[in-house]
């Protein structure tokens, strides 16, 4: 398995709290991304990122913010958290050439 | 864009039959093309991808897949299905150059009847 690990894996917080998801490779890829997944819609893009401090926006990017300040770690935070945003989130990280790889994925509870 | 059509958000089928699982895509480009499964609770496995060379490709688990430019498609295939096939799979594209992200479809559960 690809060296991605995301924590936590399970969080429930309060409407209008921050909240960041944490991912972290040992992989040395370049790109790396959020991806949120719901019934329905598949895995949507929510950011991504190729390169220290370059980050670039999904499909789904509002009210989500990102940083990358080291290769192996890419944070999603979750400025105000809103009840729509209770999903599973996936990280993947790719070469930039073929597939991605995915984390296990953190399921995140906005109550 | 890129984009992908999976026809069928759930199929079934019986054991040791065949599985066919749909996928059409759409791109302004050649496409890298790939095939994803999901067991529950996990994170995303790579069954396949066309990246441009033969265009039958096969996978793991005995997964295989064919991809038809005339058709704009890349269907799954299994000949003959087990329990263990039971998860969502999931067709994604992006172009075969760039570092563009993948782009996912809805996604097939599929549900094996014993």
């Known amino acids: 398995d690809a060296g991605i690990t995301q924590s936590p894996r399970h969080k429930v917080t309060e409407t209008g709290t921050p909240v960041t998801l944490r991912c972290h490779q040992t992989?040395?890829?370049?790109?790396m991304y959020w991806y949120r997944q719901d019934p329905g819609h598949g895995l949507r893009l929510i950011h991504y990122?190729?390169?220290?401090?370059?980050?670039d926006k999904g499909e789904v990017s509002d009210g989500y913010s990102v940083s990358r300040s080291k290769t192996e770690d890419f944070l999603l935070t979750l400025e105000s958290a809103t009840s729509s945003q209770t999903s599973v989130y996936f990280c993947?990280?790719?070469?930039?050439?073929?597939?991605?790889?995915f984390g296990q994925g953190t399921r995140l509870t906005v109550v | 864009a890129q984009s992908v059509t999976q026809l069928g958000s759930h199929v079934s089928v019986s054991e040791g039959a065949l599985v066919l699982l749909r996928c059409n895509y759409s791109?302004?480009?050649?496409?890298?093309l790939f095939w994803y499964v999901q067991y529950p609770n996990q994170g995303l496995q790579l069954l396949l991808k066309?990246?441009?060379?033969?265009?039958l490709v096969k996978g793991i688990n005995g997964f295989e897949a064919e991809f038809k430019k005339s058709e704009t498609s890349f269907h799954l295939t299994k000949p003959s299905a087990h329990m263990s096939d039971a998860a969502e799979y999931f067709c994604?594209?992006?172009?075969?150059?760039?570092?563009?992200?993948?782009?996912f479809g809805t996604g097939t559960r599929l549900t094996i009847i014993p």
């Open positions: 791109s302004s480009v050649p496409p890298y």
């Open positions: 066309y990246t441009s060379a033969a265009t």
């Open positions: 992989e040395n890829h370049r790109y």
């Open positions: 990122s190729y390169g220290v401090k370059d980050t």
């Open positions: 993947a990280i790719s070469t930039g050439f073929a597939e991605a790889f």
């Open positions: 994604a594209v992006r172009k075969n150059f760039g570092n563009e992200k993948l782009t």
